[in-house]
C-alpha cells in the first residue's frame, strides 16, 4: 500500500475530513484536513490512545485545559498522550492545514 500524503486534497468544507490510511497492530495512522475549522466552544478532545500530531502544511494552533497554547507549523509534531485535554483553537483559513496523526492503542 501506498500513497501521496498531499495528493487528492478534498475541496474546502464546513467540517474537517479524517481519513485513516493505515490501520494495523492496534495503531492507526490518518490524513486531517482543516480549511478554517476549530473546535466548538467548550469541546474537548480527551482520547483513549496516545496521539502523535504532525503539522504537513498550513497552520493551526491546540489549546489545553491548563491554559497553554501551541501554534503549529509545517513540521512542527505534538505529542498528545492518553487523557491530554486538548482543543483545535483555530487552523488557517484560505488555505489546507494538512495534519498527520498517529494514534497508538488505548492505554
Not at 479524517?18 to 490524513?31: A, K, M, N, P, Y
Not at 504532525?54 to 489549546?63: D, Y
Not at 509545517?74 to 487523557?83: D, S
Request: a negative charge.
Amino acid at each position: 500500500m501506498n500513497g501521496h500524503l498531499l495528493s487528492a486534497l478534498p475541496a474546502a468544507l464546513d467540517a474537517e475530513r479524517f481519513e485513516t490510511l493505515v490501520r494495523s497492530g492496534g495503531g492507526r495512522v490518518e490524513r486531517i484536513v482543516s480549511h478554517g475549522q476549530a473546535s466548538p466552544p467548550g469541546f474537548w478532545y480527551e482520547q483513549d490512545e496516545d496521539e502523535f500530531v504532525l503539522l504537513v502544511s498550513g497552520e493551526a494552533e491546540l489549546g489545553f485545559d491548563d491554559g497553554k497554547r501551541l501554534t503549529l507549523t509545517p513540521g512542527a509534531w505534538a505529542w498528545l498522550p492518553a487523557g491530554c485535554r486538548h482543543r483545535v483553537e483555530r487552523t488557517a483559513n484560505g488555505s489546507d492545514t494538512v495534519w498527520l496523526a498517529v494514534f497508538f492503542g488505548a492505554a
